[in-house]
């Protein structure tokens, strides 16, 4: 394989209701070696999700026992509960070749770039807030409490777009995808991606 045997890492955040779960989910779908790094968290699983596929669910004590034994590459309290990036889960899934996506917030973005110089990040924007407003209101689980608490994260969120190393608006989804894909696309054909051992051969 042309490319090197350890994965790229990118990092994914939005405001709540601009689609980075579904935009994530899609382009592990459409593009090969390349996987959702599954996170822990404190939040009580929604409906229909499943255990240690959409995230490992567990309860506060033991978070804070995986914070102390340094199991976190990152985490952070959002919405009033804890996630965290699992660093093994990360390595494991980068070891065995796959580009690895992180979708977390931006606190967690923050500390990524702090602790891994070399991950992409892309912010994911609503087209603008009032689209945000009807997309968090069309679901159904949301009450009109946490519809006005998400807007105004979201409002502080998007402020921290200039962090990211690229920004993409999903107005329509089948584009923002294409872009996505782009993304991933381009960092897999970056000059410092190429394995010297497939350089060696190549040249013989
Ligand atoms: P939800 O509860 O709706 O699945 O996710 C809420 C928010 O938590 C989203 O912005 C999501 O990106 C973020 N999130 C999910 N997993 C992690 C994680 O491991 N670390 C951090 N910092 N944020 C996360």
Redesign the pocket.
């Known amino acids: 394989m042309m490319r090197k045997a350890r994965g790229s890492l990118f990092i994914?955040?939005?405001?709540?209701g601009a689609g980075?779960?579904t935009l994530c989910q899609q382009l592990t779908s459409f593009l090969p070696d390349i996987r959702q790094?599954v996170?822990?968290?404190t939040?009580p699983p929604?409906r229909g999700e499943v255990n240690d596929k959409?995230?490992t669910f567990i309860g506060e004590e033991e978070f804070r026992k995986l914070i102390a034994d340094g199991e976190?590459l990152?985490?952070?309290k959002?919405?009033g509960?804890l996630?965290?990036?699992s660093r093994s889960r990360l390595e494991k899934l980068r070891e065995e070749g796959n580009d690895a996506i992180?979708?977390?917030?931006i606190?967690?973005?923050r500390?990524v770039r702090a602790a891994d110089g070399h991950g992409v990040s892309i912010f994911i924007l609503p087209p603008s807030l009032s689209v945000l407003r009807a997309r968090l209101a069309s679901r159904m689980s949301n009450s009109p409490e946490e519809i006005e608490l998400r807007m105004n994260r979201a409002k502080e969120e998007i402020m921290e777009y200039k962090n990211y190393d690229y920004v993409i608006v999903n107005k329509v989804f089948g584009e923002a995808l294409e872009r996505l894909k782009a993304v991933v696309i381009a960092e897999r054909s970056r000059a410092d991606r190429v394995d010297p051992e497939w350089m060696r051969n190549i040249m013989q």
């Open positions: 994914v955040s939005a405001p709540s980075k779960t790094s996170s822990f968290t939040r929604r959409d995230y976190f990152e985490w952070a959002v919405h509960n996630y965290g990036t992180l979708d977390i917030d606190q967690g973005a500390q």
